[in-house]
């Protein structure tokens, strides 16, 4: 529970002002709880590195992009807790809607008013955006209401973050085809992810976070040793081998850029999954998937610097000590990223 907002010394007016006050922090803290507002500096990346693998700078249909990717995923996550609001009852009272702070109904017109923000946006950017923005968001809607607990769930949520980054590339003009190796290299980790934190709050299971930490192995690898087909206005400068090798097949600051972000996604999600492979315990667990989501951002990094796009990758790392210090802030102490 937050502290009483302090009272004046003459305990007159401020005293009135820190009663009307607390109720809507309160409300402004069961809603960032509700939609997870620290794990919104993950979602910029997927737009900004399907640009880049397009071959094009960050624009102002780039931005459009991220806006609508912001909305569907925010959609997801009012639905996800509208859908779970019975389990989240005994498994997690302390959630927003089954703690009473956020009413169903407002977690379900939140969750549409948000989709169609996002369409509206999406078409905003282009028809080729909204024709990816709109599978999306079936995508998101079919996964918090019928495939979160099927087999087929990890996958659902890997194809949201995969066609996320096409998104992307959409509002370049130039297609969503040379995005595609991007696009499955994090719908790789997504799955990943999501396979672990389907025992988040039971724990118990040793092969996830394993499979989790051997994909996070492979991806790296493939990130640093193996470029991506870069457009034709980039070719020339990336010889065979790492991406965006330079004369002699030595690195280029792309290449060397890429190894470094590679390195810290690596560094960020392997840790926590071995944790959680010796002692696959609920905290364990969970802790896993909160350091698997910190890692989605350095591996968009590492993905737009693999296209040879070292300033996307620049900005697109920014967002992980931005999200660090946004999430430090008072009103955030008790909002969990997963």
């Known amino acids: 529970m937050r502290p009483p907002v302090p009272v004046a010394a003459d305990g007159l007016g401020d005293g009135v002002a820190s009663r009307t006050a607390r109720p809507r922090s309160a409300r402004a803290t069961a809603w960032a709880e509700l939609l997870r507002l620290p794990a919104l500096f993950t979602v ?10 397009a071959g094009a700078r960050p624009g102002p249909r780039t931005l459009l992009a991220i806006g609508s990717s912001l909305c569907l995923y925010e959609a997801g996550m009012a639905l996800n ?6 389990e989240d009852a005994v498994e997690r009272p302390h959630r927003p809607i089954p703690s009473g702070r956020v009413k169903p109904a407002a977690a379900l017109a939140a969750a549409c008013g948000l989709t169609g923000a996002g369409l509206v946006l999406a078409a905003r950017a282009g028809r080729p955006a909204l024709a990816v923005a709109a599978p999306l968001a079936a995508t998101v809607w079919s996964y918090d209401l019928a495939l979160k607990r099927t087999p087929a769930g990890p996958a659902a949520m890997a194809a949201a973050r995969g066609l ?61 040793h193996h470029r991506t087909r870069l457009p034709a206005g980039r070719r020339a400068a990336a010889a065979p081998g790492l991406p965006g090798s330079g004369p002699a097949g030595k690195p280029s600051t792309t290449g060397a850029l890429a190894t470094a972000l590679a390195t810290a996604y690596a560094a960020t999600a392997a840790r926590p999954y071995f944790h959680a492979a010796l002692n696959p315990s609920p ?16 591996l968009q990094a590492a993905l ?18 931005a999200g660090r210090a946004f999430a430090r802030r008072a009103t955030m102490r008790k909002v969990s990223i997963t």
């Open 44 to 53: 910029p990346g997927d737009a900004l590195a399907g640009a880049a693998a």
């Open 81 to 86: 807790d509208w859908a779970d609001r019975a």
């Open 164 to 224: 996320d980054l096409l998104l992307g590339a959409a509002t370049t003009g130039g297609g969503t085809r040379a995005a595609l190796p991007s696009a499955a290299l994090l719908g790789s980790h997504t799955l990943a992810v999501t396979a672990v934190s389907r025992r988040e709050t039971t724990g118990g299971s040793v092969l996830a976070p394993l499979a989790a930490l051997a994909t996070t192995g492979l991806l790296t690898r493939l990130v640093t």
């Open 283 to 298: 905290p364990l667990t969970q802790r896993a998937v909160g350091g698997g989501i910190r890692a989605t951002i350095p």
């Open 304 to 321: 737009a610097a693999r296209s040879g796009s070292a300033v996307t990758a620049l900005l697109t790392a920014a967002l992980a000590p």
